[in-house]
C-alpha cells in the first residue's frame, strides 16, 4: 500500500533546485545574452519562492533547510548581470 512515486526526476543539487524555485517564483532570472542570474529585487516573488520551499521542499529537505537554500542562492546572486554594460549609468 505505502508506495511512494519520485514527482521529479532526481534533483541535481539543493542549490539547482533553489535557483528552479526561484526562477518559478519569478524572484531571478537568467541575463539573456550571458546566462548570468540576476537578483530581480521583488520581495513579492521572494515571499513566494519562500512560500514554496516551506510547503514543497525537495524530498529528504526539511522545510527549513529548503528555506535556508534559497537565502543562500540569493545572497550568492547580483542584481545586475557582470558582463552587461550598466544601463541607467551613462
Ligand atoms: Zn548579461
Partial sequence: MLMFKERRPAIRTLRGWAISVLQDAGAIRECEEH???QDRADPHARDRAFDIAHRNPPAGVSPEA???A???VL???GDACPECP???VV
Avoid: F, K, Q, T
Fill in 75 to 77: 545572497d550568492s546572486i
Fill in 66 to 68: 529548503a528555506a535556508v
Fill in 86 to 88: 550598466p544601463e541607467d
Fill in 35 to 37: 546566462a548570468w542570474l
Fill in 70 to 72: 534559497i537565502g543562500e
